[in-house]
């Protein structure tokens, strides 16, 4: 029942009564007052009964957030402006909370893929935001949040670094190692977060990848000066003793030889030197091409005749007509072997045999240099791929090498996309192994 009907039975009973008394009767009085309580009990019986009705519609619309009407039934009557109103304000507020939501959202997603670590701590020094680079740099527990900082980093540096910036201060950037892991180094940054929140960020980045850069360079840098030095200071000493010489004497011929030997190491030295930088550089575009492999082995044996013959060694080239025709870069691939096939030969001591062989492995075509020279020592292995690494740096710079063969021809590989190993065999000797990649389809 509406308000108007309970007003419409209000007034009823209040006429009731006004008619009772217009018309003073014998028992007139008696009956317009038993209708007028009557008329009132019933009227407040139905007006409470109204009212609770109402009160429960309204209750149940104000725990609705949704906020959105349903329908005219329950906004029509006169509490329907106050549920309208509610609805008007829970719906700009849920509005709100999706922003804020989305926000949260967008932010999270920010700084997931951020590679700098990240970690919000509020003024008590809680932590309420971390990413993933910030917990695999400090090693964070799986769930950090929530947690006091001093609980959960184990790091006394990055400690104090937030300590200062919770305090308000700019603490300068401080560069440390993990200590899980002291090859990992990263910059660590804290700042003060603005008024009201009063926290702290901390700032994270890795800086290993440019630290090891860094390094490298430093130690290409030394190696090359070392490199040259060495012939340098022997043509300067021949030159300065050839100066000296008189004109006719029979040492100037030998002084001479000794120059060109050391001026033909310093040339061999820089086109390696830029050889390596091209490679490095991605600058050598990649032929492909089909090849006979057989005529390939055989300019690479004809290139290296003269030293070949000069140690009194052989060359046996085996190729199975399953591996005759291959798809690669002729050029690489030459380059390539003709620095293994140098190696064995400089490696291996006079009148042995070296072997040049092809085979096919599944898609693939392996070829292998072995010799019957002393091997790689085990402990070597791995790093005689590594620039300017030598095993027996005298042997090595004595035969004209600089420690840079290797690296090339693993450049050379890799851009063709094949990878090459080194192993000893157990009969004694090294073995070089270059796979190349043949998709089936190219045969
Ligand atoms: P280099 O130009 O000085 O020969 P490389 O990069 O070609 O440099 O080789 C690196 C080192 O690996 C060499 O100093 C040498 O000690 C070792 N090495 C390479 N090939 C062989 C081999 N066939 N047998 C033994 N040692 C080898």
Redesign the pocket.
């Known amino acids: 029942m509406s308000f108007r009907t309970q007003c419409f039975l209000a007034l009823m009973a209040l006429g009731l009564m006004a008619g009772a008394l217009a018309r003073p009767r014998a028992g007139g009085v008696g009956l317009a007052m038993i209708l007028a309580v009557v008329g009132a009990a019933a009227f407040s019986w139905a007006l409470s009964r109204s009212l609770r009705r109402r009160a429960g519609k309204l209750a149940a619309a104000l725990e609705n957030l949704e906020g959105r009407p349903h329908g005219r039934a329950d906004v029509d009557d006169e509490l329907g402006p106050v549920v309208q109103a509610w609805r008007r304000v829970t719906g700009r507020f849920e509005a709100r909370l999706k922003e804020q939501t989305l926000d949260r959202a967008r932010l999270e997603a920010v700084l997931a893929g951020m590679l700098e670590g990240v970690l919000v701590v509020d003024a008590q020094g809680r932590i309420r935001l971390v990413n993933d680079a910030a917990t695999h740099l400090l090693r964070l527990a799986a769930s950090p949040i929530g947690h006091h900082y001093l609980e959960i980093i184990r790091h006394p540096d990055v400690t104090t670094l937030v300590a200062a910036a919770l305090d308000g201060g700019q603490p300068s950037p401080v560069e440390l190692s993990s200590p899980h892991d002291p090859e990992v180094v990263f910059a660590a940054r804290a700042v003060p977060t603005p008024d009201p929140t009063r926290g702290a960020v901390l700032v994270l980045h890795d800086t290993t990848a440019v630290r090891r850069t860094d390094r490298i360079r430093r130690d290409f840098v030394a190696n090359v000066s070392h490199e040259l030095r060495t012939p340098l200071t022997a043509i300067r000493g021949y030159l300065e003793a050839l100066q000296d010489a008189p004109a006719d004497a029979p040492e100037r011929t030998a002084y001479l030889a000794v120059i060109a030997r050391h001026t033909a190491h310093m040339e061999r030295l820089v086109r390696?030197l830029l050889r390596l930088a091209r490679l490095e550089a991605g600058q050598d575009p990649v032929e492909w091409a089909p090849v006979e492999l057989p005529d390939l082995f055989e300019a690479v044996i004809q290139d290296l005749e003269p030293a070949i013959a000069a140690k009194r060694q052989r060359v046996e080239a085996h190729v199975p007509r399953e591996a005759v025709t291959i798809v690669t870069d002729r050029d690489k691939l030459k380059s390539l072997l003709r620095?293994?096939v140098?190696?064995?030969s400089?490696?291996?001591p006079e009148a042995t045999t070296i072997r040049l062989e092809a085979a096919r492995a599944g898609d693939d075509v392996t070829v292998q240099?072995i010799?019957e020279?002393?091997?790689?020592p085990e402990a070597?292995l791995s790093r005689?791929?590594e620039r300017?690494?030598?095993?027996?740096?005298g042997?090595?710079?004595e035969?004209?090498?600089?420690?840079?063969?290797?690296?090339?021809?693993r450049h050379l590989a890799e851009r063709m996309g094949s990878e090459i190993r080194?192993a000893n065999r157990p009969e004694g000797?090294?073995v070089?192994t270059v796979r190349l990649p043949q998709p089936a389809t190219w045969i």
């Open positions: 390696d620095n293994l140098e190696n064995a400089t490696y291996s240099v010799d020279g002393p091997g790689i070597d005689i791929f300017f690494y030598r095993v027996d740096a042997r090595s710079r035969s004209g090498g600089a420690g840079l063969g290797l690296s090339i021809a080194a000797g090294a070089f």
